[in-house]
């Protein structure tokens, strides 16, 4: 089976050697009667520090007290959710979205509304629609090579978001687990860090070290102003007191040992390669039947079936054939699911650059299946 559905990290990417080498130097360096002992709520100060330094440097008003340390950027969300969303408000999210947002707010119970997106981001026409007729709480966005659809949210756009949230008093909850896998275009500044040099507090940060660090050790933050972050760290405490001490403190030691940079380069290659690979597979054996946008980064292509067929059925017929992908109704709200009747959400990360065309091949037997 080649699977195109995980949206894992490719263990071939990440920096064993760095991560086990940052392992042994926090054993041998932490004193013996500390190192298993319980953490702070908010996190281990050392790794706070390093967030604040050099990924939150662009606002010198931010420091390790804006920084909450979370188990992984799952944690982060559903924490953000809560303490932005008071009852009787919606969240808005954009079709499709992250699959995992859905949900977090459908277990919370929260009522969701959603907004439609093109190739620049979420439809802010929508969004003050839906502010201007309901209590909308919270906007969720993941603006930079979205899951699932690869999108990057327009800078304009993110300023008028921003402007939004100032006019009708809505958070935007801003997830941005993918923005170190940047391929090719202009960086992009975050919509937290546009917000902070407009003068606005309304956007919740949420990150995580999953995508280019290691998803295994679970370690991810949140940044948001102060009375929302105090909210969320009595709320973690209620949840699980504390995020792995070892985690942290081998993810601090990777960033101390000065090896990201290099293996950040590697990965980006190496997920640009595995793009180009899947992208040139599908215009040589499928072009006229699957349409889709190579993305700029991050790990995952989104296509549209261009046939009268429904991508479940085709899924069905693709894994007899020794392949999987993700349909693309999972990643709508339950009302708007007939809108990705006819989308894929196809994941390069897991594969090599050498199964992308046994992949492909094995989508197109499936499809001659259908007729």
């Known amino acids: 089976m080649i699977s195109l559905a995980g949206g894992m990290p490719n263990s071939d990417l990440m920096d064993i050697e760095g991560l086990d080498a940052a392992c042994r130097t926090w054993l041998s360096d932490s004193p013996a009667k500390s190192r298993y002992q319980y953490s702070l709520t908010e ?21 390790i007290h804006d920084v909450l340390i979370t188990t992984g950027s799952q944690q982060g969300l559903e924490l953000a959710f809560h303490v932005a969303v008071a009852p009787g408000e919606k969240v808005i999210v954009e079709r499709p979205t992250y699959l995992a947002a859905l949900q977090i707010l459908d277990i919370a119970g ?40 690869g999108r990057v949210m327009a800078l304009e756009r993110r300023r008028a978001l921003i402007e939004l949230s100032e006019k009708y008093g809505f958070y935007i909850i801003e997830d941005n687990p993918y923005g170190k896998l940047r391929f090719s275009g202009q960086e992009l500044p975050s919509i937290h860090q546009l917000a902070r040099s407009m003068g606005s507090h309304n956007c919740i940060h949420v990150a995580s070290f999953s995508k280019f660090i290691s998803p295994g050790l679970r370690v991810g933050w949140v940044t948001a102003e102060p009375s929302l972050l105090r909210d969320m760290v009595i709320m973690k405490q209620s949840k699980d007191l504390h995020t792995s001490t070892m985690s942290q403190n081998i ?121």
Do not use: C
């Open 43 to 63: 996190g281990e100060p050392s790794l706070r520090q390093m967030i604040s330094d050099r990924f939150l440097s662009y606002d010198q008003g931010v420091d």
């Open 110 to 149: 929260i009522e969701m509304a959603s907004a439609g997106g093109d190739e620049d981001g979420i439809a802010l026409d929508e969004v003050e629609d839906l502010a201007q007729s309901s209590k909308v709480g919270a906007v969720y966005v993941v603006p930079d090579f979205a899951n699932p659809t």
């Open 251 to 371: 993810v601090s030691h990777y960033l101390a040992s000065g090896r990201l940079e290099a293996n950040l380069d590697k990965a980006v290659q190496g997920y640009r390669q595995r793009m180009h690979a899947l992208a040139d597979a599908l215009n040589s054996e499928l072009a006229g039947s699957i349409s889709f946008t190579r993305p700029e980064g991050g790990m995952f292509l989104w296509g549209t079936l261009e046939q009268d067929v429904e991508a479940s059925t085709l899924l069905q017929l693709a894994l007899e054939e020794g392949v999987a992908f993700v349909p693309g109704a999972e990643f709508y709200p339950a009302e708007a699911r007939y809108e990705g009747a006819n989308q894929m959400r196809l994941s390069y990360s897991g594969i090599t650059p050498e199964q992308a065309g046994p992949a492909v091949m094995r989508l197109k037997s499936a499809l001659r299946k259908l007729g």
